[in-house]
Nanobody, 114 residues
Framework: VQLVEFGGGLVQSGGSLRLSCAASRSINLFYPMGWYRQAPEKQRELVAVFTSGSSTTYADSVKGRFTISRDNAKNTLYLQMNSLQPEDTAVYYC?????????WGPGTQVTVSS
């Protein structure tokens, strides 16, 4: 399984970005599948994840601002990020656990200026 993230960039505080994660194969059975992020000198942390079916889990810090979604027909996972803050600055990674293995994308940089 190969994962590639798109959509990162530089945005001002209060702005929005939409991240995409394209998978090399069908994601119909990809659970859990979600987004993590890693800020400089910090540990990688969960942002949002599909746990099963349409069930999702969000980090407290992004609840109400970020929305995870998926399009199984396009083999793509999304993360809509609104009301971005400087503390959201990080490299964002797509992640999936499938057939006992964990797969990561290379990440996409999100920088939020104040």
């Amino acid at each position: 399984v190969q994962l590639v993230e798109f959509g990162g960039g530089l945005v001002q505080s209060g702005g929005s970005l939409r991240l995409s994660c394209a998978a090399s194969r069908s994601i119909n059975l990809f659970y859990p599948m979600g987004w993590y992020r890693q800020a400089p000198e910090k540990q990688r942390e969960l942002v949002a994840v599909f746990t099963s079916g349409s069930s999702t889990t969000y980090a407290d810090s992004v609840k109400g601002r970020f929305t995870i979604s998926r399009d199984n027909a396009k083999n793509t996972l999304y993360l809509q990020m609104n009301s971005l803050q400087p503390e959201d600055t990080a490299v964002y990674y797509c992640n999936v656990r499938f057939t006992g293995r964990i797969y990561w994308g290379p990440g996409t940089q999100v920088t939020v200026s104040s």
